[in-house]
T-cell receptor, first 114, second 114 residues
Framework: AQTVTQSQPEMSVQEAETVTLSCTYD???????LFWYKQPPSRQMILVIR??????QNATENRFSVNFQKAAKSFSLKISDSQLGDTAMYFC???????????FGKGTKLSVIP | DTEVTQTPKHLVMGMTNKKSLKCEQH?????MYWYKQKAKKPPELMFV???????INESVPSRFSPECPNSSLLNLHLHALQPEDSALYLC?????????????FGPGTRLTVL
């Protein structure tokens, strides 16, 4: 069975500051993929960043980067230069290669304060 | 076109009504999904269609009936729903290749059952 744990139900950050959201997971798969999804209030869920487990290099997308620690099964998201538009629920998710079943964490509600 | 569209955006129905939710994508994806999402919770998988065949049914009550008329369309037929079925219903799609299944989400249909 796969599990994804997000231990921070809510977080806040000042505009322009940096914040890190935590995620740990457990899986028996050898090959899998990890994602961070963002769901703004009353808006569409969009993919922020993805990481392929067999790649050691941490993924980066503009202001978003991850710290992927495979041995520790940790996959944290760092948001630099936080903007008001980053206010959203963030879900960490994992899927095994060859599987359609995306396992989500419970989410972290991030508020960016002006 | 990297969009998943869903109609209607909002739906209010009585417990005796029959209604349908519609989802459409034109990204050439061969896997399509229905999720149910309650407020402040992660999405819960309901159904997966892979190459127009029902691949996964997560023990969903029969009052929810999915249909995949072709590779671009996914419907969810609703009948005799209960008030606890009120939620945001999300559609998603992915390439369907077994090695990589990044899911793209639609904006959702907010369903209220009276």
């Amino acid at each position: 069975a796969q599990t994804v744990t997000q231990s921070q139900p809510e977080m806040s950050v000042q505009e322009a500051e940096t914040v890190t959201l935590s995620c740990t997971y457990d899986t028996s798969e050898n090959n899998y993929y990890l994602f961070w999804y963002k769901q703004p209030p009353s808006r569409q869920m969009i993919l922020v960043i993805r990481q392929e487990a067999y790649k050691q290099q941490n993924a980066t997308e503009n202001r978003f980067s991850v710290n992927f620690q495979k041995a520790a099964k940790s996959f944290s998201l760092k948001i630099s230069d936080s903007q008001l538009g980053d206010t959203a629920m963030y879900f960490c998710a994992q899927v095994g290669a060859g599987s359609y079943q995306l396992t989500f964490g419970k989410g972290t509600k991030l508020s960016v304060i002006p | 076109d990297t969009e998943v569209t869903q109609t209607p955006k909002h739906l209010v129905m009585g417990m005796t009504n029959k209604k349908s939710l519609k989802c459409e994508q034109h990204m050439g994806h061969r896997a399509m999904y229905w999720y149910k999402q309650k407020a402040k919770k992660p999405p819960e998988l309901m159904f997966v269609y892979s190459y127009e065949k029902l691949s996964i049914n997560e023990s969903v009550p029969s009052r929810f009936s999915p249909e995949c008329p072709n590779s671009s369309l996914l419907n969810l037929h609703l009948h005799a729903l209960q008030p606890e079925d009120s939620a945001l219903y999300l559609c998603a799609s992915s390439q369907g290749r077994r090695s990589y299944n990044e899911q793209f989400f639609g904006p959702g249909t907010r369903l209220t059952v009276l």
